[in-house]
């Protein structure tokens, strides 16, 4: 179990929250960025003596890691008990199995009732489904319909009813390569552009195990060194 006096990156972030709690993940398969969110979900839930606080999880296209979360917290019994039964997963069978049905689920979150304690929301993969739907339509102006309506009805109303009740919303997406900057950007950036966020994104540093976290908010960033280890991510 962390502990955010002891982890540069976990207590950075949590820093930033207070101000923004608007969190962006994106990266390569492989870097950590379910890891990363529920390490984080985990230790804020279980951050205050009594233990009250809960999370709803959207497994979009992800599976929720309920093996992982046991793993990374195995020394914590307890903590991992209150974390299983407060973390609330929805849909709670499986993921989605296409866009519509995922977009009919989003466009009811801005009037859905949540449990009276959930702090946190967690959307994990958010992009998955909309990025098959864009390509598998080749017609422009569809395109750009589907984007628009994806940002406001679906997750522009669910960003405002958590700034007003302040929960932090979590978004873990994919990436896409841009050409034009030799570099991988979350999926549409420019659509997540249009939001203040605080944006991590998680990189893998070429012929190493290591890899490469960059935290950036309000035109600042910084950047830190991680690895992947049975008790999850660690800074160095």
């Keep these: 179990m962390i502990e955010l006096e002891k982890s540069a990156i976990f207590s950075y972030i949590f820093d930033l929250s207070k101000d923004n709690g608007l969190i962006s993940i994106a990266g390569k398969s492989g ?9 984080f979900v985990s230790t804020l839930i279980t951050i205050k003596i009594p233990y009250r606080d809960q999370c709803v999880w959207i497994q979009a296209s992800e599976q929720f890691p309920k093996k992982r979360l046991r793993s990374l ?9 209150y974390i299983l039964k407060n973390i609330f997963v929805a849909p709670g069978i499986k993921p989605f199995s296409n866009y519509q049905k995922q977009s ?19 959307i994990d993969n958010i992009s998955h489904f909309l990025r098959y739907s864009i390509a598998s339509n ?3 102006k569809k395109r750009g319909a589907i984007l628009d309506e994806f940002f406001s009805v679906q997750l522009f109303p669910l960003i405002m009813r958590c700034l007003r009740e ?23 950036s420019k659509l997540y552009d249009r939001i203040n966020s605080i ?12 890899k490469q ?14 690895e992947i280890g049975e008790s999850g991510i660690a800074n160095l």
């Excluded at 917290?73 to 008990?81: A, C, R, T």
């Excluded at 944006?199 to 290591?210: E, P, Y």
């Excluded at 976290?213 to 991680?226: D, H, I, L």
């Design 213 to 226: 976290m960059e935290v950036s908010s309000n035109g600042t960033s910084t950047k830190f060194v991680y």
């Design 166 to 188: 302040k929960i932090i919303l979590i978004l873990i997406h994919e990436v896409s390569f841009d050409p034009n900057s030799g570099k991988t950007k979350p999926f549409f």
């Design 138 to 140: 080749s017609d422009f």
């Design 104 to 122: 009919a689920y989003f466009r009811k979150l801005k009037t859905t009732i949540f449990p009276n304690n959930v702090k946190i929301i967690v």
């Design 73 to 81: 917290f195995k020394s914590f019994p307890d903590k991992v008990n």
């Design 199 to 210: 944006n991590v994104n998680l990189s893998k540093a070429i012929g190493s195990g290591l």
């Design 31 to 39: 870097t950590g960025k379910t890891t990363l969110a529920l390490q």
